[in-house]
């Protein structure tokens, strides 16, 4: 009888933490939906100018912006990319503008573009005009691998240790990637920006619930088996 009644007591206990675990998820999806909406309006919302870099919060990622200065080609940084045109390079350059000093990812380049003199057409001298999206800082490096600053290798776009690195000063904290204007010559590559939002909460949640109604049928087994 003991033992009998402690297996319903375990059975109930983990119906009400599973049933709470999918009532997490339902509210977790509620967030995601919310994200992915408001993310949709940023990135489809006319160009604004980038905020100052006091003002800068994480959630105006994906904002679409303009901005205006200069570039310095000859501080340019590339970091290692997979994209849908293949690996290759992120070419991240400063902007000067009268607000301090921007990196722009300009886009992507292949390894045989890696030169900028391979793509002198891009590297425009003069004010120069850039559309793109707001992107948060990605420190310390991409997936097993560290950035390593003194041999040049960058596997993240790493606004802190990339403007180190270049001697850059009053850089804002965050990067714009470029959109899909066309640059001279066709490289970099801009607008390659993956917007993707992983939104499986639903399914976690009927996974939940489901086992909180096996967890609750077990329960119901066992107190029929002590009427028996």
């Known amino acids: 009888m003991a033992a009998r009644r402690r297996l319903i007591a375990l059975c109930l206990l983990l119906a009400a933490g599973f049933a709470a675990l999918g009532v997490w998820q339902i509210e977790r999806r509620a967030w995601k939906l919310d994200l992915i909406a408001r993310v949709d309006a940023r990135v489809h919302a006319a160009p604004q100018a980038p905020p100052p870099p006091a003002a800068w919060k994480a959630d105006m990622t994906y904002s679409r912006v303009r901005v205006?200065?200069?570039?310095?080609?000859?501080?340019?940084?590339?970091?290692?990319?997979?994209?849908?045109?293949?690996?290759?390079?992120?070419?991240?350059?400063?902007?000067?503008?009268?607000?301090?000093?921007?990196?722009?990812?300009?886009?992507?380049?292949?390894a045989e573009r890696r030169d900028p003199g391979s793509r002198a057409q891009a590297q425009k001298t003069g004010n120069v005009t850039v559309i793109g999206l707001l992107r948060e800082s990605e420190p310390k490096g991409g997936f097993l691998r560290s950035n390593n600053p003194a041999a040049g290798r960058w596997y993240s776009r790493d606004v802190a240790a990339i403007a180190?690195?270049?001697?850059?000063?009053?850089?804002?904290?965050?990067?714009?990637?470029?959109?899909?204007?066309?640059?001279?010559?066709?490289?970099?590559?801009?607008?390659?920006?993956?917007?993707?939002?992983?939104?499986?909460?639903?399914?976690?949640?009927?996974?939940?619930?489901?086992?909180?109604?096996?967890?609750?049928?077990?329960?119901?087994?066992?107190?029929?088996?002590?009427?028996?």
């Open 68 to 110: 205006e200065g200069r570039f310095l080609h000859d501080r340019e940084t590339l970091v290692q990319a997979v994209t849908d045109l293949g690996p290759g390079w992120w070419v991240l350059t400063p902007l000067r503008t009268t607000r301090g000093t921007i990196l722009i990812n300009r886009g992507y380049v292949p």
């Open 164 to 228: 180190q690195a270049r001697d850059l000063h009053d850089v804002a904290p965050y990067f714009i990637d470029a959109d899909a204007t066309a640059n001279p010559g066709g490289y970099p590559v801009g607008g390659l920006t993956v917007i993707r939002f992983r939104n499986s909460h639903l399914v976690y949640a009927l996974t939940w619930f489901a086992l909180c109604g096996l967890c609750i049928a077990g329960a119901r087994i066992a107190w029929r088996s002590g009427e028996a």
